[in-house]
C-alpha cells in the first residue's frame, strides 16, 4: 500500500510554500529528507508535479476537483510518464488534498498494491567478478539518467537524462566533454552510430530523435513522427530504429532522415529495440509482455517470443546473434534463442522491475540493471549469479559495457552515472 504519511507533509510543505511545486529539485529533496524510505511515494508525487497536475488542479474553482479534470490527469501521467492508473489517481487525490481539495466522490482514488509484475568473433576476457570494483562517478545531471552508450572507440561516453540533455564523457578521466542542449523532455534513449560519428537521442518532445555530430556537438537533423521510448543503430549505420508508445517500431533512413518502413503489430506499446549482429533482425519488446521479431529487410513478423508476464523494457542481442536477452517488469532476466524462438533459461535475483540488460562484448557475461538499485552479473550460458553490484541509491535504469568489455556503466534516477571495472 502507499504511504499516506507522505501526503501529510506534503500538505505542511504546500501549506509552507504554496509554489513549491515549481521548484522540483528542492520538492523532491524536502520529501526525501522527511520520507526517504519511502522512494516510490516520493517519485509518484515529482513525478506528478513535473507533468502539471499542481498546476492544473489550482486552476479548479471551488474546493472539488471534477471527475473529467481527475480523469485527464490520470490519462496524462499515463500517457506521459507511463504512470500505473491507480497511482496516478492516488497522485493526483494527494495533490489536490496538499490544496485543500478533494476530488469528485464518482472518481474512485485508491492506493494500489506493491507493484506486482505489470504486469567478427571477440576476444574472450578472462573474467574475475570477485575483483569488480567502482572505478568512477560521473556527476552533472540535474536529473534522473535513463539511458548510457559507449563510442565504438572506448573513449566517449554518452548519457540521457530528464534533465533534457545528452552529455558526453571522456571514460579515462571522467571529465564533462560537452553537454547537448536542445530537446524540452526527458532524454530517453542514447544510441552511437557503428561509426562514432553520430549519435542519437531519443526523447518525449515534439522532436523526437536528434542527431549530433560527436566531433562538434552540432545538430545534424531531428526526426519527427512519435514520441519515443529506444533508439538503435543497424550494424551498418544506415538505419535507426526507434520505439514508441504509439505501438510501433519506425526504421529511419540516417542519411537521408527519411521514415523507410514502419513496423506494428496489435497494438501494444513498445518499449525497446535492438538489431542483431548481422542486422538482419529487429527484436522490440512491448508493454504486455511479448517481444517481438522482424525481418527487417521486408518489415514481416518473423516471430512472437512469449513468457514475460509484464512490460518489456529492455532487449538485447549476444554478440554471435544467437541468444536474445530481454528484461522486465515481472522481475526477471530471459534468454531466448533466436533461431527457434525457445526460452533458454530464465535469471531470477532481482526483487524489483528490471530496466535494462547489455551482454559484454565476448558474449560470456550479463548484466542487468532494475529498480532495486542494483546491477547484477549473470554468466550468460549457465544463467548463475555472479555478483550483485551496489552504491546507486536510486534505481538503475541504463547499464552498457564498453566495447573492450573492461568497463560497465550504470546509469540511475540518483543522477549519476557510475562505472565499474569488471576485467583485469
Same mark, same amino acid.
Given at each position: 500500500?502507499?504511504?499516506?504519511?507522505?501526503?501529510?507533509?506534503?500538505?505542511?510543505?504546500?501549506?509552507?510554500?504554496?509554489?513549491?511545486?515549481?521548484?522540483?529539485?528542492?520538492?523532491?529533496?524536502?520529501?526525501?529528507?522527511?520520507?526517504?524510505?519511502?522512494?516510490?511515494?516520493?517519485?509518484?508525487?515529482?513525478?506528478?508535479?513535473?507533468?502539471?497536475?499542481?498546476?492544473?488542479?489550482?486552476?479548479?474553482?471551488?474546493?472539488?476537483?471534477?471527475?473529467?479534470?481527475?480523469?485527464?490527469?490520470?490519462?496524462?501521467?499515463?500517457?506521459?510518464?507511463?504512470?500505473?492508473?491507480?497511482?496516478?489517481?492516488?497522485?493526483?487525490?494527494?495533490?489536490?488534498?496538499?490544496?485543500?481539495?478533494?476530488?469528485?466522490?464518482?472518481?474512485?482514488?485508491?492506493?494500489?498494491?506493491?507493484?506486482?509484475?505489470?504486469?567478427?568473433?571477440?576476444?574472450?576476457?578472462?573474467?574475475?567478478?570477485?575483483?569488480?570494483?567502482?572505478?568512477?562517478?560521473?556527476?552533472?545531471?540535474?536529473?534522473?539518467?535513463?539511458?548510457?552508450?559507449?563510442?565504438?572507440?572506448?573513449?566517449?561516453?554518452?548519457?540521457?537524462?530528464?534533465?533534457?540533455?545528452?552529455?558526453?564523457?571522456?571514460?579515462?578521466?571522467?571529465?564533462?566533454?560537452?553537454?547537448?542542449?536542445?530537446?524540452?523532455?526527458?532524454?530517453?534513449?542514447?544510441?552511437?552510430?557503428?561509426?562514432?560519428?553520430?549519435?542519437?537521442?531519443?526523447?518525449?518532445?515534439?522532436?523526437?530523435?536528434?542527431?549530433?555530430?560527436?566531433?562538434?556537438?552540432?545538430?545534424?537533423?531531428?526526426?519527427?513522427?512519435?514520441?519515443?521510448?529506444?533508439?538503435?543503430?543497424?550494424?551498418?549505420?544506415?538505419?535507426?530504429?526507434?520505439?514508441?508508445?504509439?505501438?510501433?517500431?519506425?526504421?529511419?533512413?540516417?542519411?537521408?532522415?527519411?521514415?523507410?518502413?514502419?513496423?506494428?503489430?496489435?497494438?501494444?506499446?513498445?518499449?525497446?529495440?535492438?538489431?542483431?549482429?548481422?542486422?538482419?533482425?529487429?527484436?522490440?519488446?512491448?508493454?504486455?509482455?511479448?517481444?517481438?521479431?522482424?525481418?527487417?529487410?521486408?518489415?514481416?513478423?518473423?516471430?512472437?517470443?512469449?513468457?514475460?508476464?509484464?512490460? *518489456?523494457? =529492455? @532487449?538485447? %542481442?549476444?554478440?554471435?546473434? !544467437?541468444?536474445? $536477452? #530481454?528484461? &522486465?517488469?515481472? /522481475?526477471? +532476466?530471459?534468454?531466448?534463442?533466436?533461431?527457434?524462438?525457445?526460452?533458454?533459461?530464465?535469471?531470477?535475483?532481482?526483487?524489483?522491475?528490471?530496466?535494462?540488460?547489455?551482454?559484454?562484448?565476448?558474449?560470456?557475461?550479463?548484466?542487468?540493471?532494475?529498480?532495486?538499485?542494483?546491477?547484477?552479473?549473470?554468466?550468460?550460458?549457465?544463467?548463475?549469479?555472479?555478483?550483485?553490484?551496489?552504491?546507486?541509491?536510486?534505481? *538503475?535504469? =541504463? @547499464?552498457? %559495457?564498453?566495447?573492450?568489455? !573492461?568497463?560497465? $556503466? #550504470?546509469? &540511475?534516477?540518483? /543522477?549519476? +552515472?557510475?562505472?565499474?571495472?569488471?576485467?583485469?
Amino acid at each position: 500500500m502507499m504511504n499516506d504519511a507522505v501526503l501529510t507533509k506534503l500538505k505542511e510543505l504546500v501549506t509552507q510554500d504554496a509554489a513549491l511545486y515549481r521548484d522540483l529539485l528542492r520538492l523532491e529533496g524536502f520529501l526525501r529528507d522527511y520520507a526517504a524510505e519511502h522512494r516510490r511515494e516520493v517519485n509518484v508525487l515529482v513525478t506528478a508535479a513535473r507533468e502539471g497536475v499542481p498546476a492544473e488542479l489550482l486552476k479548479v474553482s471551488g474546493s472539488e476537483v471534477p471527475s473529467m479534470v481527475v480523469d485527464r490527469l490520470v490519462r496524462r501521467l499515463y500517457d506521459h510518464a507511463g504512470m500505473d492508473q491507480a497511482l496516478a489517481r492516488w497522485a493526483v487525490a494527494g495533490w489536490a488534498a496538499a490544496f485543500g481539495k478533494t476530488v469528485a466522490s464518482g472518481t474512485p482514488v485508491y492506493p494500489p498494491s506493491p507493484p506486482a509484475p505489470f504486469v567478427t568473433s571477440p576476444v574472450p576476457m578472462l573474467w574475475d567478478v570477485a575483483t569488480v570494483r567502482l572505478v568512477r562517478t560521473l556527476k552533472g545531471h540535474t536529473h534522473w539518467v535513463r539511458s548510457v552508450a559507449f563510442a565504438p572507440d572506448g573513449r566517449l561516453l554518452a548519457s540521457g537524462s530528464d534533465d533534457n540533455t545528452v552529455r558526453l564523457w571522456d571514460v579515462a578521466s571522467g571529465q564533462l566533454v560537452r553537454t547537448l542542449k536542445g530537446h524540452t523532455d526527458r532524454v530517453h534513449s542514447v544510441a552511437f552510430s557503428p561509426d562514432g560519428r553520430l549519435l542519437a537521442s531519443g526523447s518525449w518532445d515534439s522532436t523526437i530523435i536528434r542527431l549530433w555530430d560527436v566531433a562538434s556537438g552540432q545538430l545534424v537533423r531531428t526526426l519527427e513522427g512519435h514520441t519515443v521510448t529506444s533508439v538503435a543503430f543497424a550494424p551498418d549505420g544506415r538505419l535507426l530504429a526507434s520505439a514508441s508508445r504509439d505501438g510501433t517500431v519506425r526504421l529511419w533512413g540516417v542519411q537521408s532522415g527519411r521514415l523507410v518502413r514502419t513496423l506494428e503489430g496489435p497494438t501494444a506499446e513498445v518499449w525497446s529495440v535492438a538489431f542483431s549482429p548481422d542486422g538482419r533482425l529487429l527484436a522490440s519488446g512491448l508493454w504486455d509482455g511479448p517481444i517481438r521479431l522482424w525481418d527487417v529487410a521486408s518489415g514481416q513478423l518473423v516471430r512472437t517470443l512469449e513468457g514475460h508476464t509484464n512490460l *518489456v523494457r =529492455s @532487449v538485447a %542481442f549476444a554478440p554471435d546473434g !544467437r541468444l536474445l $536477452a #530481454s528484461g &522486465s517488469d515481472d /522481475k526477471t +532476466v530471459r534468454l531466448w534463442d533466436v533461431q527457434s524462438g525457445r526460452l533458454v533459461r530464465t535469471l531470477e535475483g532481482h526483487t524489483n522491475w528490471v530496466y535494462s540488460v547489455a551482454f559484454a562484448p565476448d558474449g560470456r557475461l550479463l548484466a542487468s540493471g532494475s529498480w532495486d538499485k542494483t546491477v547484477r552479473l549473470w554468466d550468460a550460458q549457465t544463467g548463475a549469479l555472479l555478483r550483485t553490484l551496489e552504491g546507486h541509491t536510486w534505481e *538503475v535504469w =541504463s @547499464v552498457a %559495457f564498453s566495447p573492450d568489455g !573492461r568497463l560497465l $556503466a #550504470s546509469g &540511475s534516477w540518483d /543522477k549519476t +552515472v557510475r562505472l565499474w571495472g569488471v576485467a583485469p
